[in-house]
């Protein structure tokens, strides 16, 4: 058989990629993790999990991350700091090119690329971004002290994160292309009861107007066809998410109509070899516990196909 660098590539370190490093490194395979920036992915940024089990007292996102890599790192998880410029998965030796030139070889490969958030393509969006226009409450939120804002979106980001946001806004007006929320009952509930949230409905941003200080405000269109203006400093787009997946062999893959890996329940893509795990994936709920658990399924389903190998 052809020898690999590696048995298991794991690319992305977000909780699906630490969770699928934590278990290959525990199994004792000879596996790496690829990682751009730091470990943890989206969820480094979000100010608060109240959902994952075993933290009864919730937990801030960039803590169970820490956690997360340090318990990958516990079973000696070797990781490495590099950007993933192209792939080639179709053979049964998968390669791996990184920006510096490098080559790495893998028998496995489980893509946990995630995703980024979604834009709304408005005029002043790409001009005004980090000058009033955000896609980051917990990063950004304490620079709106005592200020009015807007939150842009009806899911459970846009509304947890306008929770978190009237700590240091004096106002947050959350603008919704409909009439109800998306979100969960239990933020819908806490948004409501919140005074210092009021809401936009049926409502689009059509320009965000900015000035030498950054955004001054917003156009809004209704859905009956009415305009108004909206004097706020900031704006946070928080309306979901698009995939991170510019670096992959999308020829080489079966996506959905967003760009989103398909994959069966045990994570396989249609390469042999090849897995995808966490928000990188065509599905409907993305949330940490599934990432994690797909993180963990795509791990074993590797182990699986090396031992189907022999
Ligand atoms: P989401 O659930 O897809 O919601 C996106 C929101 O943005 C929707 O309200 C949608 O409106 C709106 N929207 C989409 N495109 C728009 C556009 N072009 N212009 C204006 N509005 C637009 O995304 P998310 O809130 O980021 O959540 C992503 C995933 O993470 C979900 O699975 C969510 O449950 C999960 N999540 C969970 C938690 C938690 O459990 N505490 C917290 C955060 C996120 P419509 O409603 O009209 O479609």
């Known amino acids: 058989m052809q020898q690999a660098d590696f048995q298991l590539i794991i690319i992305g370190g977000g909780p699906a990629g630490l969770t699928a490093g934590m278990y290959a490194a525990r ?23 109240d959902n994952y089990p075993g933290f009864a007292e919730g ?49 496995t490969v489980i893509l946990c690329t995630g995703a980024k958030p979604r834009k709304i393509q408005v005029p002043g969006e790409e001009e005004l971004q980090g000058k009033g226009v955000s896609y980051c409450a917990t990063c950004d939120g304490p620079f709106y ?27 947050v007006t959350v603008i919704h292309r409909r009439d109800e929320l998306r979100a969960t009952k239990i933020l819908q509930e806490k948004a409501f009861a919140e005074d210092k949230i009021d809401f936009l409905w049926n409502a689009r941003v059509s320009e965000i ?12 269109s209704y859905n009956d066809g009415s305009t108004s203006s909206l004097p706020v ?38 390469l042999p070899g090849v897995f995808a795990a966490g928000d990188i994936r065509s599905k409907n709920f993305r949330q940490i516990i599934n990432a994690a658990g797909e993180g963990a399924t795509a791990e074993l389903s590797a182990e699986h196909y090396l031992g189907n190998q022999v």
């Not at 004792?28 to 999990?49: P, S």
């Open 209 to 220: 107007v900015g000035g030498t200080g950054g955004v001054e405000s917003l156009n809004i």
């Open 145 to 171: 002290r005592d200020q009015e804002i807007a939150v842009v979106g009806g899911g459970n980001t846009a509304i947890q994160e306008a929770l978190h946001l009237t700590k240091f806004a004096a106002k």
């Open 27 to 49: 199994g004792r395979l000879k596996a790496l993790l690829l990682e751009k920036g730091a470990t943890g992915g989206q969820v480094l940024v979000t100010d608060w999990v």
């Open 233 to 270: 400093t900031g704006i946070f787009i928080l309306i979901g998410v698009v995939p991170n997946n510019e670096v992959l062999p999308l020829d080489q893959l079966e996506t959905d109509n967003y760009g989103f890996i398909i994959t069966d329940d045990e994570m396989c893509t249609k």
């Open 59 to 107: 937990i801030t996102g960039f803590e169970l991350m820490d956690k997360m890599t340090a318990h990958a790192d516990r079973f000696g998880l070797e990781k490495k700091f590099a950007t993933v410029d192209s792939l080639d998965l179709v053979d049964d030796i998968k390669t791996i090119h990184l920006d510096n030139g490098d080559r790495l070889t893998s028998r």
